[in-house]
């Protein structure tokens, strides 16, 4: 769902019935939404946020069930998120609810993130099996450190808005995440907007390039052919803990 703003957009990710898990579609449609507010002149900002009091509570799993890492390898996905990160003007994320695994993903491609404290936000992937696919543990590792970086991979924590903002995962805290992200947008949108895109490629290139990016999606990849990731994904459909078997 996009939404007009003076200024700038607003762009809502629609599928509460699933807390808006990103699905293939969903991505493809968030990519196409940020390259048209990229050519738009008069859009100099975006924000992010979800329906349905969640963010997003990750990728959508029934897809990831029977991906093999041949498909992994060719998956339209990579190009979407490619094609998020390198939206060039400021994106907002307003984040209450739940942002995992992919959704916190997504929200950490944001420039400012905004949480409430009842959000709850985490990489759970090794519980199906898998890592982060999109960049979510490096990420996760150039804002936390490597000490909490491997709470939220190793042990899959899910973290509260406070802490988030308290590790310098979220840039803000607020009651309303959603009326901050706007007032957020307002202001960016007033200020030099090739100053800012410049300013935001400066920094995307400082905290990324030593990243190990292409690593962890490796590593991703090869993990679609595991049986513990086909007990990961059954296990949580099922609603029980999961017997891995290292294979």
Same mark, same amino acid.
């Given at each position: ?63 990831? +069930? ?5 498909? #992994? ?5 990579? #190009? ?54 999109? #960049? ?64 935001? +490629? ?9 990243? +190990? ?5 490796? #590593? ?14 059954? +296990? ?12």
């Amino acid at each position: 769902m996009i939404t007009t703003m003076g200024g700038w957009t607003r762009l809502t990710l629609n599928r509460p019935h699933v807390r808006n898990a990103l699905n293939t579609g969903l991505l493809a449609d968030i990519a196409d939404a940020l390259a048209v507010a990229a050519a738009d002149p008069a859009c100099r900002a975006v924000l992010i946020g979800g329906a349905g009091g969640d963010f997003a509570a990750g990728a959508d799993v029934d897809e990831i +069930a029977t991906k093999t890492s041949a498909e #992994g390898a060719v998956d339209p996905r990579k #190009g979407h998120w490619a094609s998020i990160r390198g939206f060039g003007k400021p994106l907002v994320a307003a984040v209450d609810g739940f942002a995992l695994g992919g959704g916190l993903e997504l929200a950490l491609m944001a420039d400012l993130l905004v949480v409430g404290p009842k959000a709850k936000l985490g990489l759970p992937e090794t519980s199906l099996g898998l890592i982060p696919g999109a #960049g979510g543990g490096q990420r996760v590792l150039a804002r936390v450190g490597p000490a909490r970086a491997a709470r939220l991979v190793l042990l899959g924590e899910i973290i509260d808005g406070p802490t988030a903002q308290d590790w310098g995962l979220a840039s803000h805290l607020a009651e309303d995440p959603l009326a901050e992200a706007e007032a957020l947008c307002a202001r960016v949108a007033r200020r030099a907007p090739l100053a800012l895109q410049a300013a935001k +490629a400066a920094l995307i290139a400082g905290a990324e390039t030593a990243l +190990a990016l292409q690593a962890e999606r490796a #590593g991703f990849e090869a993990l679609l052919d595991t049986s513990d990731k086909t007990e990961g994904i059954r +296990a949580l459909k099922d609603k029980r803990k999961p017997e891995f078997r290292g294979s």
